[in-house]
């Protein structure tokens, strides 16, 4: 535990002294900050704006820090040959992986915590108060902290066997698709070729399933969570994440270092 | 027991990129390290120095044959507590300073705070970088990463230490502090086990070696019996020789060398009686019969190419 910690800590240590995260926090403050602007131009429905791309900046920009740095986790290691040192100590390759994710998700929680105080001054700065509407916000935001950790399981898990670019592109591509999840449900009862339809229906349970993550136009709303949604969307990544990793430790094992 | 068993090790590559054909990197290798001894690994590139190490640290898995690590299997991870490796070209975080990567190393290993600190600040001073400890690595030159190498290595104070290449991209003075880092730790009753290309530092510091080309062992023991595989030769001196007895002789030996009216000749021991009776026939004057002592570097010539073995080259 020990040693995963002290990869976690690495790993966060890393992040935070790339400029780039430091650009990609600026760039989703300024974003949430322009929302304000929108909101003064679009009469009687400021909040609503303010909320739908305050949260949608927060989602856009965690994913950009999860896939860039989560493509490069464990690429940037061999490619660098910095991993030689590290797994030539007492380090076993499972816990390599596990330290890897828990730095990225340090930092994933740390970058939302700061985009999530932002995002309150500013709706605070709109509103001049806050109120009951309010809380169902910051679960929106834990649900999109859910699916940040999500995407960055996948991208560890891309890099474990590819290239950034490809990592990149198969996270961003799974996203996509996962985000679309329930149109591909619908999609696959409205089919009337049975295999077709199981084809469907085998890709809607393969692939993560982030559209039910995606609470914000409620939220904007003024609409609640369900609990019932908060618990199965915590098991469902909490089960999704964990088999991810479980896949990324299977392949990291059997990998020659070259 | 010893510190190091390697059996019958084997790795085969698949190289190739539409049609992959398997490539051997390493050849039924199998060699004995006893406790406390400096140990070498000595090939010309690509000879499976840097592969034997991998397969040693589980970096790389053997397709066949096994290892021993202070009498534990080699798929016995805790065993690396007491390990030390010092990779090829070392390459580390480049955010991090010196004194952050040790202490990082140290966490590794499980060392408490006190100990990483007093660990850390004597192996900075140890490798000649306390001045330059706070510094982050991507300031740092490639004799001051290599320094940073051999400080990780050591970090955990191990038993059997494997150094790939350690005096890469030192200058003189840093050669030589790694040579006294290694043989303080065979005063300390450690095992030093180290690939090289310069073969003084073989013939300096080992206490056996292990000669590798194309992934097999070509050679295995002391540096006096390596040598003794290649041959003894000596060296026959003669005066006023006739073009005769010089034609003659050059059937006989290597490196014919005629100044003024004097030919030396090196001739392999098994054939000195038959150069010395040609002499006598052809009424030579034979002045000297002196032994040779083959260098490390002849051998390698002999034994690997026409080429000599550069002394210091960057890949393998």
């Known amino acids: 535990m020990q040693r995963v910690a002290a990869i976690a800590l690495n790993t966060f240590r890393e992040a935070v002294r790339d400029r780039v995260l430091y650009n990609l926090i600026v760039f989703a403050l300024l974003l949430i900050g322009t929302a304000i602007l929108f909101g003064e131009i679009s009469i009687g429905i400021q909040t609503l704006i303010l909320i739908n791309l305050g949260l949608a900046a927060i989602t856009f920009f965690g994913l950009a820090i999860a896939i860039f740095i989560g493509i490069g986790l464990v690429y940037k290691e061999l490619d660098k040959r910095t991993l030689y040192a590290l797994l030539s100590k007492p380090v076993r390759r499972y816990e390599f992986i596990l330290g890897k994710f828990g730095g990225l998700a340090l930092t994933l929680l740390i970058n939302t915590a700061f985009m999530t105080a932002g995002f309150f001054l500013a709706l605070y700065y709109v509103k001049r108060s806050f109120d009951a509407g309010d809380p169902p916000i910051l679960v929106a935001i834990y649900f999109i902290f859910l699916q940040l950790l999500l995407a960055t399981a996948l991208a560890l898990l891309f890099s474990c066997f590819s290239s950034p670019v490809l990592s990149a592109a198969f996270t961003l591509g799974l996203f996509l698709v996962g985000s679309f999840a329930a149109d591909l449900k619908d999609l696959a009862d409205a089919l009337e070729a049975p295999w077709l339809e199981g084809v469907m229906r085998a890709i809607y349970y393969a692939v993560p399933n982030f559209s039910n993550f995606n609470v914000i136009t409620a939220v904007a709303h003024g609409h609640s969570v369900p609990a019932t949604l908060f618990w199965s969307n915590t098991a469902y990544a909490a089960v999704y994440i964990t088999l991810v990793l479980l896949a990324s430790m299977l392949i990291f094992q059997n990998r020659n270092l070259k | ?316």
């Not at chain 2, 952050?100 to 408490?112: A, S």
């Not at chain 2, 006096?224 to 003894?232: E, K, M, N, P």
């Open chain 2, 1 to 316: 027991m010893p510190a190091l068993e390697i059996i019958e090790l084997t790795k085969d590559y698949l190289r190739g990129f539409w049609r992959k054909r398997p490539h051997r990197a390493l050849d039924r290798l199998s060699l004995t390290v006893e406790e406390g001894e400096i140990f070498g690994l000595l090939g010309p590139n690509g000879a499976g120095k840097t592969t034997t190490l991998k397969i040693l640290l589980r970096l790389v898995y053997p397709t066949s044959g096994t290892a021993r690590l202070l009498g534990k299997p080699l798929e016995d991870i805790d065993v690396h507590q007491r390990l030390g490796y010092l990779p090829e070209s070392p390459y580390f975080y480049d955010y991090l300073t010196a004194r952050e990567f040790l202490d990082y190393c140290g966490q590794l290993f499980g060392l408490d705070t006190a100990r990483r600190r007093q660990r850390v600040g004597s192996l900075l001073e140890r490798v000649g970088l306390t001045d330059a400890a706070d510094f982050a690595l991507r300031h740092y030159s490639r004799g001051m990463l290599q320094r940073v190498a051999i400080a990780q290595a050591l970090i955990n104070d191990p038993d059997l230490v494997f150094l790939d290449e350690p005096m890469l991209g030192l200058d003189p003075v840093g050669r030589r502090e790694v040579r006294d880092i290694i043989l303080e730790l065979r005063a300390r009753g450690k095992t030093v086990c180290f690939s090289t290309h310069i073969l003084s530092d073989v013939e300096s510091l080992c206490d056996r070696l292990a000669i590798l080309n194309r992934g097999r062992l070509h050679g295995l023991g002391t540096l006096d019996q390596i040598l003794q595989l290649a041959g003894r030769a000596s060296e026959v001196l003669v005066a006023k020789p006739s073009p005769a007895l010089a034609d003659a002789l050059r059937t006989f030996g290597n490196m014919l060398r005629v100044a003024g009216d004097r030919l030396t000749l090196t001739v392999p021991d098994e054939k000195i009686y038959p150069v010395i009776d040609l002499i006598r026939q052809h009424g030579g004057q034979l002045l000297a019969i002196n032994p040779v002592r083959t260098s490390l570097e002849d051998y390698f010539f002999e034994a690997f190419g026409t080429e000599k073995v550069p002394e210091v080259t960057l890949k393998e």
